[in-house]
Nanobody
Framework: QVQLVESGGGLVQAGGSLKLSCAAS????????MDWYRQAPGKQRELVAS???????NYADSVKGRFTISRDNAKNTVYLQMNSLKPEDTAVYYC?????????????????WGRGTQVTVSS
């Protein structure tokens, strides 16, 4: 199974910046899509940004122009640069990756989630 580990969360003042990282490991695999989601208290988990293996990106309207998703395919790592942070960006941020896992006997789809990293933006 492919494991994801997020890092980079923390406490920041409004207007500040943070950069999240998510590294994938565990066997031989190819990642098609790497996404960042977030979930604020009492709210549903929402998609923040998405990046395909070809480099195409999409963003939620609420973060366009402030957040940038990028990936390093050689390191199996996805990043989320968050600038001009607002208190409403406060949430647990989760990494999600989907792709193909290769074993000696078969190729299987995988859909893995990280445990999340807390981002808190103070006003």
């Amino acid at each position: 199974q492919v494991q994801l580990v997020e890092s980079g969360g923390g406490l920041v003042q409004a207007g500040g910046s943070l950069k999240l990282s998510c590294a994938a490991s565990g066997g031989t695999f190819h990642i098609n899509t790497m996404d960042w989601y977030r979930q604020a208290p009492g709210k549903q988990r929402e998609l923040v940004a998405s990046c395909t293996s070809g480099g195409s990106t999409n963003y939620a309207d609420s973060v366009k122009g402030r957040f940038t998703i990028s990936r390093d395919n050689a390191k199996n790592t996805v990043y989320l640069q968050m600038n001009s942070l607002k208190p409403e960006d406060t949430a647990v941020y989760y990494c999600n990756c989907r792709g193909k896992l290769f074993t000696t006997t078969r190729v299987a789809d995988f859909d893995s989630w990280g445990r999340g990293t807390q981002v808190t933006v103070s006003s």
